[in-house]
């Protein structure tokens, strides 16, 4: 197994996390950032999307997992409860195997021969449905589960069916509905309950806080009262200032998502360091019984969820600012044909979204990326833009491995960084990667951006092709001109008649054995007509 370094204040750490938003997988990220700044760990976080992902845009983002520089971090950090939402288990375990030479830790899965941070939550599914049947004498329980493949969704549903069997109460099919961790799965589920199935139920339990979100929203449209008319509950503990705002406070079971964070940076530091004294860390939640449920009374807005509200508040008009900043961004990068305006624009563009480091490479060539089949990474890559406030500025264009993520020199250096990783990509077409300082971190902003440079770019490749083309056939054409003369040269010497004519017969070439026999000279021919002579 490799091992780069044995000091703690030089180590590297890559993070593999499906994405930079969403209330569980911020709280992660979040949780190893802050203990990494603690103890001065440079992290560069690749944020693709799930593996096998149903939405196919999802699955280009997914060349990035091939990007990870082996030889140049000394651990990884896999957030394998946000990646193996539509995988099975097998295939899961071919994923991880890719970095098997690297000291390497999972979050929210246990897996043979690996260091994990996991909690032994999903049980207290069942103590809150027996809370729900034995306390508010509910029975009839719609449930939303998560992603098929995902473990901890058929653990959560598991304990579930365990609770209503443990009561003497039949888990109806109907009432159960397929789900994908998100919001807009849970508004659909009550959507297929209620207007499909035309099904009652007493509550909604949601194998997740995301689906209880949408699942609210929906029965809120429909004038469905929470919890007078429909009991909700969630899964996760995820804070969410919309419900908060309508004094919806939900019942959920609340995981220790961003300590699980912290505990993965410190297991996989103590493993890389020969420290480590547990290869399991197994973390314990506690269920929140709140007014969903019908546990406490709808009160007025207290001080914390208020304070919450300004918070989310003053983020909402921060990227509000920088989304209107985005747009004129989006003006400006239009209508770029050609790198060296691109390179000049976004130099100015990123410093004024305040990145203090930033990145672009271009794949040498670009390569196609077709879903199931394995991502072959070039073996260069062009470096075309580079700054960070350390002093690093590019001048020239770099030539360098595409497996190093940089150049060599960008990763000697004694300050810590912290990064994240964007593929740039239209559709199948893979043109390279942007990496950036962590000060835009919401895929709000840093998607549409991602997007827009894919978008530019690949109208300067087709540019630059078109001019190739342009190129290769004004050559091919002067090439045929050239030819057609020789011909012309040699065939006036030839000793049979040989001439061209166009559509109306009229002479274009005769060589000197025609102008001969027609006794005319090479002067007197353009006006001449083969129907002249043949009358």
């Not at 991880?96 to 690297?102: A, D, G, Q, R, T």
């Not at 508010?136 to 995902?150: D, I, S, Y």
């Not at 021919?525 to 129907?531: D, G, H, P, Q, W």
């Amino acid at each position: 197994m490799t091992q780069r370094n044995s000091n703690q204040s030089n180590l590297v750490i890559a993070v593999l996390i499906s994405s930079m938003s969403g209330g569980y997988q911020e709280l992660l990220w979040k949780g190893i950032y802050q203990k990494a700044l603690e103890k001065g760990i440079s992290l560069i976080f690749f944020a693709g999307k799930p593996l096998n992902s149903p939405y196919l845009d999802d699955r280009y983002h997914n060349s990035l997992y091939s990007c990870v520089p082996l030889d140049r971090v000394d651990g990884i950090i896999i957030a394998a409860g946000t990646l193996d939402n539509y995988i099975l288990p097998d295939e899961f375990r071919h994923f991880i195997s890719n970095y098997v030479n690297v000291p390497t830790v999972t979050i929210g899965h246990k897996l043979p021969g690996i260091p994990s941070v996991s909690f032994s939550t999903n049980i207290l599914m069942k103590e809150m449905v027996d809370h729900l049947i034995v306390k508010h004498r509910l029975k009839n329980f719609a449930f939303v589960k998560g992603p098929e493949q995902n473990t901890e969704a058929q653990e959560r549903y598991g304990f579930f069916c365990d609770a209503l069997e443990k009561r003497g109460i039949e888990v109806n099919s109907d009432l159960v509905v397929q789900g994908s961790f998100d919001s807009v799965s849970g508004e659909d589920a009550i959507k297929i309950l209620l207007d499909q199935r035309q099904v009652s139920f007493d509550a909604v339990i949601c194998a997740n806080d995301e689906m209880a979100f949408g699942a609210y929203t929906e029965l809120n449209n429909r004038g469905i009262k929470i919890p007078e008319d429909v009991v909700i509950t969630g899964f996760d503990g995820i804070e969410d200032p919309a419900f908060e705002y309508n004094n919806i406070s939900l019942t959920t079971v609340k995981q220790p998502i961003y300590q699980m964070g912290q505990e993965a940076l410190m297991v996989i530091v103590d493993y890389i360091l020969g420290e480590s004294k547990e290869n399991n860390i197994s973390l314990s939640g506690e269920i929140l019984y709140r007014f969903s449920c019908g546990c406490s009374k709808k009160t007025s807005q207290d001080f914390s969820c208020i304070e919450q509200l300004k918070n989310e508040s003053l983020r909402r008009a921060d990227l509000q600012q920088l989304l209107w900043h985005l747009k004129n961004i989006t003006s400006e990068l239009s209508g770029i044909e050609d790198f060296n305006s691109f390179k000049t624009t976004l130099h100015s563009t990123f410093q004024s979204l305040g990145l203090n480091s930033y990145y672009l490479s271009l794949f040498q060539p670009k390569v196609e990326y077709h879903f199931g089949r394995p991502f072959d990474i070039p073996n260069f890559s062009k470096l075309i833009i580079a700054h960070n406030n350390g002093g690093v500025s590019l001048d020239d264009e770099i030539i360098f491995a595409s497996k190093g993520l940089l150049p060599q020199d960008f990763f000697e250096t004694k300050d810590p960084f912290r990064l994240l990783v964007q593929p740039l990509f239209s559709k199948t077409e893979q043109f390279g990667l942007l990496i950036h300082s962590l000060e835009i971190n919401d895929e709000t902003l840093s998607g549409p951006l991602r997007e827009q440079i894919s978008s530019v770019i690949k109208t300067i490749v087709l540019n630059s092709e078109r001019k190739a083309a342009e190129l290769k056939l004004h050559e091919t054409l002067q090439l045929l001109r050239q030819s057609e003369e020789n011909y012309r040269q040699m065939a006036f010497l030839l000793p049979t008649l040989l001439y061209e004519t166009d559509l109306e017969f009229n002479f274009l070439f005769m060589n000197q054995a025609t102008l001969d026999i027609l006794g005319l000279s090479q002067e007197n021919t353009e006006t001449k007509s083969m129907i002249y002579y043949i009358a």
